[in-house]
């Protein structure tokens, strides 16, 4: 089994920062990529920004230079930290690995449990 807890979120004024974490634990044998997806209401899901175990990393077009993602491998921990928040990123954040667990030769791919950030104008 494996899990993915995200803490971080809340209600915050345009203008203003958040830090999103997530720890991954449980039956991990090695973590690929983990990464940020959002979902507003009525849109579909789509990436925020991801971070490969190498530190490689990718960001959606509407956050470069707002966000950054970054890891701690020792803690299967990666965090967000938004800067400069709108009122179009409110949204529920969802925490995504990509991983091998110690029990299966084929990589699959965790949510955590999703954390409102609200943005006011």
């Known amino acids: 089994q494996v899990q993915l807890v995200e803490s971080g ?6 203008g203003g920062s958040l830090r999103l974490s ?16 959002r979902q ?3 849109k579909q899901r789509e990436l925020v920004a991801a971070i490969t175990s190498g530190g490689n990393t ?21 965090y967000l930290q ?4 709108r009122p179009e990123d409110t949204a529920v954040y969802y925490c995504n690995a990509d ?3 110690t029990y299966n030769r084929v990589s699959s791919r965790y949510w955590g449990q999703g954390t409102q950030v ?3 104008s």
Do not use: E, H
Request: aromatic share 10%; with cysteine.
């Open 82 to 85: 938004m800067n400069s928040l």
């Open 22 to 37: 997530c720890a991954a634990s449980g039956s991990i044998f090695v973590i690929n990529t983990m990464g940020w997806y």
């Open 118 to 120: 609200t943005v006011s």
């Open 9 to 14: 979120g809340g209600l915050m004024q345009a």
């Open 58 to 78: 990718n960001y959606a077009d509407s956050v470069k230079g707002r966000f950054t993602i970054s890891g701690d491998n020792a803690k299967n921990t990666v």
């Open 99 to 101: 991983l091998y667990t």
């Open 40 to 42: 507003a209401p009525g």
